[in-house]
Structures are given as C-alpha cells and as structure tokens.
C-alpha cells in the first residue's frame, strides 16, 4: 500500500501514509520549569482555530499561566485569538507562523498543541528537546511510530507530556472506573465504544485553491507537500476526513473512547490481532448521483475488532444519519433513540456501565434498570499545569504512554481498513471472515447492525459493498505486525526535510 515516491511531492489523489524515517539531531534541553509556586509559567498556543480556543480558555481561566505566544499558519485566526488573550490577560501575546521560533525562546516553558493530527508529534518532539513542557491534543501522533517517539522523548528530556483525552481529569469518569474495578457490574471483559455521530459530505472531489493568506508549506510540515491546490472545498477542520493529514473518526473522537474502554478493561497494551470492515458510503445516495465522489478519504462507517487475548474491545463508528436508530439495547442503555450516540459500553456478568458523555456515567442490572449514576467534570489542562510546577510526571492525568496506547488503537484499526480498502466483500463473507478474530461480541449481530443502519441510509450495499479489512497479528512489545509487510509500512510515513519525526535513538 506504500506509495513509490521519488521528491518531497505526493499526487493530490493518492493520499497514504508510507514508511521510512530519517533522524534530526536533538536540541539541548532546559533543566526544569524556572517558577516559584507564585510565579506565572509562560504558554504557547499552538493552532489557533476551534480546538486552540479551547486551549486559550483553559489557560487565560488559570492564574498560574500567563499565554505569550499564538502560532498559526493563518494570520487572521491568530489575530483574533491574540485580541482575545489581549482582552483579558492584559498583554498581548506575540504572533508567530513558525512553531520553531517558539522552541528557540528560552522564557516559553511549555506549549499548548491544537494543530491538524499531522503535526502532533513533531511539535510536542521538538518541544521537549527544547526543554519545553507540552501539551498534545488526541490523538497523541498521527501513526505508532510517532506514538512511540513521544513517549522516549518525555522520558528522555524529564518533561511533562499531557495528552488531551480529558475524560482522564473527569471525576465521573474516575469514581466510575473504580466502582467497575471493585466488581460493580461483576467481571468485565468486552467494551464497547461507539461513535455515532453525523458527519456530512465533505464535498465533491475536486482542485479547489488554498487560501492567499495561508502558509500551506509550514501548514504541510511533516506530511508530503501535495500540489498547491487542495481536494476539498474548506481548508480548516475537513483535513479530518483525509488520511494524508487526519485519522477519520476512529481516529478524531475514537481516541476519547478507546481511552476509556481501556481503562475500564484493565488492558495498559496494544491489542494483539485487529480487524476492520467498512466504507465512506451513503453520499451518492444522499446526493441521489451515483457518481457523485466524495472528497474524503476515511472511512464514515467502520467496525474495528481487538483482541487483548482474556479481553475484547469494539469500536463502531457511524457518520451517516442516527435518527430513528432500531438498536433496541443501545437505545435503552443510551435512554434515547434518536441522535448521536458517543460512548462506551462496558459489558459485566451482573450488569452494564455505559459512559454517555464527558461528565456522566450510568449503571444498570442485567434486566437494564438503572442502578447508580456518576457525575462532575474538573481541569484535564489545570492537571497539567499543576504537573509542570511538580514536575512531578505520575500526578498527570493522562501522559505520553496513555495517549499513545488509546491512539493506537485507532491507528490500528484504520490500519487493517486501509489494507483491506479494495477488497469489497458481500455481508456473507464478512460474516464469515470475522468468525476468525477471537472476540467475546456477537459479531454477527453487530454487522447486521451496521447493515441495517446502512440500508437505513439508502446505501445500496450491492452496488457499493462494504470493504473487509486485512486480519493483522500485532506484537505489543516489538510494536510491529508479525503477518504483514505493508502493514508494518504504514506504522509510520514518509516525512519531508526539515519535518521529520525523530525515532528510536534519535529522539
């Protein structure tokens, strides 16, 4: 599935990620956080669009950071981020397009990362061998090598590494976790996380020009520079829905998820066999044009299957319409069967405990009445300035090892979709494909599911079959695949000069 390369240039329309990684020397490292416990450590705000308000929020609301830098590669959105701080912090932060000025800034003490997925890794890299704490919104890396790389890094330079999966900081999360590991709905072993959410079309495939006033080589960064034009109509946020730059929902919201499903499991490791079936399906229908071609590359509805040997993990995720859902279980344990279903079910001897949203957690008896409720939410960002001023790493909430075991398992998954993209199978050979993946779920009953919601949606599923994802042995230790060359080539990609993730001994 690699991509033959010959320049730093990939043809806009065969968006994968490849493998090889070429080392970058490390920079040398500041010692420790230089503030007193009355003293403002200074933050830099790292992509300044929907998810960097977030970030922005967070750390103007805290009193001991002070933001004196916002990054972006487009001068208007940094401009008005930069108005905000100014508003209310009193000064105004200084605007950069580089992140690279920043680490070259001695007074910055951490960083604050909401870029594209791409560009996780690299910037959190290059920030802690700079001596720089950060922060790394979900997922963690854009594959597992680079997963990897963050964790040796925030070892090897003694920093704190944060990773936004903030259920992590949840209180309702928390006491639920420990309710469950004290035998609350008895043994558990199958979690079930589910992203049903809508997710329109993108838009035709098509050349569409990058904004004037964007930097789309700096915005590019460690991914191949494509032609400058873009194959999707809005630049900001659809970078989600391609492969090149983003993870697909598995990989957006699944992070949050398959966080939690692993706790909830006990399971502090990759999985040891994955499978995938799905597609970006229903679009044609929606647009009643049968050639009609979406601009994303990730697929909108997929099932991933893992297999932890004694525990079992599914993630399901669904981006065409959830209305009117016939899945009568999910329904009553999710008290609703209309909208977007984001969360997880986890499945006991006496019971289920089902995570229905950020701040709110709900158990219920085998006969599903409801038993015990958990709630509250707390400060997943003020966790981590409070670790910088420790420096104390085992206080964090969710650190570089978390975040990289709960975004491998997206990788994972997309990784078996990918393999498996051209092999478009009837439901019958789906059905009897995934009798061969040990799993402690009725897999039938959930491809029929995923059937019926696709039907639902006027997917022709004749005309348009599902693809059936490649079976992948993976060896948790050695982080490789044991059955597969070309999945082992997409563990990481290739990188450009200048942008390349560091690995191994070079981080």
């Known amino acids: 599935m690699k991509t033959p390369q010959s320049s730093g240039k990939l043809s806009r329309r065969h968006f994968v990620m490849a493998s090889s990684a070429v080392a970058v020397a490390a920079a040398a490292p500041r010692l420790s956080l230089a503030q007193s416990a009355n003293e403002q450590m200074s933050v830099a705000v790292i992509g300044a669009g929907g998810r960097g308000g977030s970030h922005v929020g967070a750390y103007l609301g805290n009193s001991k950071t002070r933001i004196t830098y916002v990054v972006d590669i487009d001068p208007k959105a940094a401009a008005n981020r930069a108005d905000q701080i100014e508003k209310a912090q009193g000064t105004r932060p200084e605007i950069v397009a580089d992140m690279r000025r920043v680490f070259d800034d001695k007074s910055v003490d951490a960083i604050s990362t909401a870029t594209p997925n791409h560009w996780h890794a690299l910037c959190g890299v290059w920030a802690m061998q700079a001596g720089k704490d950060a922060y790394i919104e979900k997922p963690i890396c854009h594959n597992i090598a680079e997963g990897r790389a963050l964790v040796e890094a925030a070892k090897k330079y003694n920093r704190i590494c944060q990773v936004g999966t903030q259920c992590r900081s949840q209180p309702a999360i928390i006491n639920a976790m420990a309710w469950l590991h004290e035998g609350g709905i008895g043994e558990v072993r199958l979690a079930r996380g ?66 939690i499903a692993r706790w909830g499991l006990g399971v502090d490791r990759h999985p040891q066999r994955i499978l995938s079936y799905g597609g970006r399906l229903g679009y044609k229908a929606e647009r009643k044009d049968p050639n009609y071609v979406d601009a994303g590359d990730t697929a909108n509805t997929e099932v991933s299957i893992y297999d932890y040997g004694d525990k079992c993990m599914i993630f399901e995720t669904r981006g065409l319409s959830v209305d009117n859902s016939a899945d009568e279980e999910l329904n009553r344990l999710f008290q609703s069967n209309r909208g977007n279903k984001i969360g997880v079910v986890f499945y006991g001897t006496d019971g289920y405990l089902v995570q229905t949203s950020y701040g709110s957690c709900v158990a219920y008896d085998k006969d599903m009445n409801e038993i015990k409720k958990f709630g509250g939410g ?130």
């Not at 993108?202 to 991914?223: H, R």
């Not at 897999?443 to 079959?465: Q, S």
Request: charged fraction near 25%.
């Open 378 to 507: 707390s400060d997943h960002f003020g966790n981590f300035v409070d670790g910088c001023f420790s420096r104390d790493a085992s206080g964090l909430s969710s650190d570089a090892m978390c975040g990289h075991l709960s975004a491998a398992v997206s990788h994972l998954g997309n990784i078996s979709y990918y393999l498996g993209e051209s092999n478009r199978a009837s439901v019958d050979e789906i059905a009897a494909a995934v009798k061969h993946i040990p799993s402690l779920d009725d897999d039938e009953a959930t491809l029929a599911r995923t059937v019926k919601h696709l039907t639902d949606n006027g997917v022709d599923l004749a005309a348009t079959p599902l693809s059936l994802g490649a079976m992948l042995e993976f060896d948790p230790e050695e982080e490789k695949f044991t059955n597969n060359d070309a999945a082992n080539e997409l563990l990481t990609r290739e990188y450009r000069d200048g942008f390349v993730c560091p690995t191994g001994d070079k981080v």
């Open 194 to 259: 589910l992203c049903y959410k809508r997710r329109k079309s993108i838009g035709a495939l098509g050349d569409y020009d990058i904004p004037k006033e964007v930097d789309f080589d700096l915005w590019s960064g460690p991914a191949t520079f494509t032609d400058p034009k873009l194959t999707r109509q809005r630049f900001h946020y659809d970078w989600h829905w391609q492969r090149h730059y983003g993870n697909g929902d598995l990989g957006n919201q699944g992070p949050h998820q398959t966080d």
